[in-house]
């Protein structure tokens, strides 16, 4: 098996359980390395830190899956981290039928995400070097889930970067269009070939349970970015008499409409519109509501693009605190690991400051517990949210 010494100083925090080796800090190679290989990582003295496999061709050239000597990486480790998976999501007690099997680094499985919807399993690889486990991981799934089907999604990033080969499409078993899910006392159709991620934003589980919480009877409430409108959905569930959900995807809108029509629903407002033009235009009407939800996609996939993505965030905390109501409440969010906390925490205070309104935390949010983060890994912390009252 191929061997790899990484440079002095960089063996502490592999130590302390961090998985990732970037392509500076190995020192040597036993052999040239070969795209996806499995390696055993060594401190500069030659002493194991751990079993991974590798990418030389890429910025995060290994990924440790065993720290254990005694646990090599095979199909039988790859095996039991899925049941690991499962029965950690058993303990879990979600209240939806649609949930994340398996998080990546999350789950010790770096590469891989597994997500269920109902009877069926959807599988993204974003490594090469997991790729490779292919048979194993879909003969794993089929044991632990006994799914009608598992479909495998195409991740753009991992194609573009790692070089992964990847036909869309059905791995085991047949995989519908759609399908429906229920979260709560809502359904969800949820299109897995064209859908956003792997189908729906599992994530946000628990954040769409706590806006319930602010919603009174009679409110007029703003889903931003609403996607197939999973907080309009809500919102609208516990009694706002209006609610506006705004995307700039029509297919998106569509099913968004269908999915009110599916849980007995009428009076959401679809809008297709730029998320950032429809605020500034409510803001200029002097348009007010009495709870706003602010989800855009990643602005800041790497860290170059933190200072950018930052300006999009003031505009949108601006224009939000802008149409929220004294006594009102609005939420903003961020899904890249780049963003951090403290990031919305500093927008949200300009934000308030360029207003001139005083503003409250009330909540902090962030991904569900089926999207496990892992403290000696920060970068499996990416979903976080803050939500704060006009006072």
């Excluded at 500076?24 to 070969?34: H, M, T, V, W």
């Excluded at 519908?176 to 899910?181: A, D, V």
Aim: glycine content about 8%; overall charge positive; some cysteine.
């Amino acid at each position: 098996m191929l061997q790899i010494r990484v440079k002095p100083g960089i063996e502490d925090k592999i130590r302390g359980f961090f998985p990732w080796i970037y392509r500076p800090e190995i020192a040597s190679y036993s052999r040239k390395p070969k795209k996806g290989e499995l390696v055993v990582v060594r401190d500069f003295g030659g002493k194991f830190l751990g079993y991974g496999y590798i990418n030389p061709e890429v910025s995060i050239a290994v990924r440790i899956l065993s720290f254990d000597k005694e646990e090599p990486i095979t199909p039988d480790l790859i095996r039991k981290r899925i049941k690991q998976a499962y029965e950690y999501r058993k303990r879990l007690y979600i209240n939806s039928n649609a949930y994340r099997l398996v998080h990546s680094e999350g789950d010790l499985l770096p590469g891989l995400i597994v997500d269920v919807y109902g009877e069926y399993a959807v599988v993204e690889f974003t490594t090469y070097g997991m790729s490779r486990f292919k048979d194993t991981i879909v003969s794993a799934l089929v044991e632990v889930l006994r799914p009608k089907g598992i479909y495998e999604k195409a991740n753009q990033t991992a194609i573009k970067v790692e070089g992964i080969e990847v036909k869309e499409g059905a791995l085991y078993g047949e995989v519908p269009q759609e399908t429906i899910i229920w979260e709560h006392d809502l359904k969800f159709i949820i299109n897995i070939p064209e859908g956003q991620k792997t189908g729906f934003f599992l994530d946000q589980r628990n954040a769409r349970k706590f806006v319930r919480s602010l919603v009174e009877p009679g409110d007029r409430c703003l889903d931003v970015f609403s996607h197939t409108g999973g907080f309009a959905l809500n919102m609208k569930k516990m009694g706002a008499k209006e609610v506006v959900a705004v995307d700039l995807s029509g297919l998106a809108l569509e099913v968004g409409k269908r999915n009110e029509k599916l849980n007995g629903l009428s009076g959401i407002k679809w809008v297709e519109a730029n998320a950032f033009d429809f605020l500034r235009e409510l803001d200029r009407k002097g348009e007010k509501f009495d709870v706003v939800v602010i989800d855009p996609p990643s602005f800041a996939k790497n860290r170059h693009a933190v200072p950018n993505a930052l300006r999009g965030y003031k505009e949108l905390c601006v224009r939000g605190l802008r149409i929220t109501k004294t006594g009102g409440y609005m939420a903003i969010f961020s899904c890249s690991f780049h963003i951090t906390e403290q990031h919305l925490l500093e927008v949200l205070t300009q934000a308030s400051y360029d207003v001139r309104r005083q503003v409250r935390v009330i909540a902090k949010t962030f991904q569900d517990l089926d999207h496990p983060w892992i403290l000696q890994m920060p970068n499996t912390l990416y979903l976080k949210g803050v939500w704060v009252e006009v006072v």
